[in-house]
């Protein structure tokens, strides 16, 4: 049994039902004024002029035949709008309950409009549905990410307490590791949400790059050389839009990440200007990413073979936070081979419009 219709449905069930009566009407009338016009314009011999009793009568049949199929016309016209509709309202009323499985169905695609606005819906339901899996294993990989230093600093502080360990330098300065890799970790995730919100802050002004790249080169090459890795330049003297504190932070990401995971040997920064374009890379000389590897390698928590040192490990997120602050400044971020068969790691900026001596100036 059909249950009875409400809101929407039954208004639009209505003015079907009174559009099929009105249109009776008038082709009954309609008919009417026709014959009494031509009459009048074109008199017959022997007519009077008006309708017969015959004459009613088959207007009266015709109407009479044509008025149901007009009915059933609209009926399943109205038929035809309503499903996809109510479908979309009871799946809408589903993921309002929380099932963000439900999806409305289509039906008939000759509905242009109707059908784009289920297909809409259904896409929305589902980003909201990838959104929410997302999240949760944000929140599973996170508290993965912050158990185990918060595991070792419990149990050394509690062994401390019961005499168990020494406070001795050593065991506080590994404490301390802890405390920084826990600073990391919150700094990065915090730089991915920001960015990925669109509220990551920027302090944007033309700067040249080379100079800045030349100092935390300076900076970085006696941990390097400890390491076994030299660092070599290669960089043109071009002028960017961009927050220096936040591409030092990426150039500094990209190193410790061809540290962590490339062979000893040389790590090679270059910066220069291809097609309207500046290009800041950061290579190594592999063993580069495995083909499964490229497409994923950007993502947040996303790991590839395991640290070389083991003290180098990392939370995961080091390419994503890069990846945001390079597209926080509108450019993107892009891997490829080097040409030593390495890895070789692009942030792509626009070229400011202005010359390094009008910036000197």
């Known amino acids: 049994m059909m249950a009875p219709r409400t809101g929407l449905s039954r208004q639009i069930l209505i003015a079907m039902s009174a559009i099929t009566v009105t249109a009776g009407l008038l082709v009954f009338f309609g008919t009417y004024l026709a014959y009494t016009a031509i009459v009048a314009f074109y008199p017959m011999p022997d007519a009077d002029g008006s309708l017969t009793l015959t004459d009613l009568l088959i207007v009266g049949g015709v109407i009479i035949i044509t008025l149901p199929i007009a009915a059933l016309i609209s009926f399943r016209l109205a038929r035809r709008i309503l499903e996809p509709l109510e479908s979309l309202a009871e799946n809408a009323r589903r993921i309002t309950a929380g099932d963000l499985t439900a999806r409305a169905r289509v039906g008939d695609r000759a509905l242009g409009e109707t059908a784009a606005l289920i297909d809409d819906f259904n896409t929305m339901a589902q980003r909201l549905q990838d959104m929410a899996a997302d999240m949760a294993l944000w929140n599973a990989t996170i508290a993965h990410e912050l158990r185990t230093p918060l595991t070792i600093l419990k149990g050394r502080l509690k062994g401390m307490i019961d005499g168990v360990f020494e406070p001795d330098e050593s065991s506080l300065s590994a404490l301390v590791l802890q405390v920084d890799g826990l600073a990391r970790l919150v700094e990065d995730l915090r730089t991915v949400t920001l960015a990925d919100s669109g509220h990551l802050d920027l302090r944007i002004q033309p700067i040249r790059l080379a100079p800045e790249i030349e100092q935390m080169a300076e900076l970085m090459a006696h941990d390097l050389s400890t390491s076994g890795f030299q660092l070599d330049l290669d960089l043109a003297d071009v002028v960017v839009d961009a927050d220096a504190t936040r591409i030092r932070q990426a150039l500094l990401a990209l190193v410790t990440n061809a540290r962590r995971y490339s062979v ?14 500046i290009r800041l890379g950061v290579a190594d000389e592999g063993p580069g990413l495995s083909p499964g590897m490229t497409t994923r390698v950007f993502d947040p928590f996303v790991r590839g073979e395991p640290a070389r040192s083991p ?45 390094p001596a009008a910036h000197d100036a």
């Open 264 to 277: 000893r040997g040389t790590i090679t920064i270059s910066l220069a200007e291809e097609d309207g374009e």
């Open 311 to 355: 003290d180098m490990s990392g939370n995961g997120l080091g390419l994503s936070v890069v990846r945001a602050i390079v597209e926080a400044h509108g450019g993107r971020l892009r891997y490829r081979g080097a040409p030593g068969g390495g890895a070789l790691f692009e942030m792509i900026f626009v070229k400011a419009n202005r010359s």
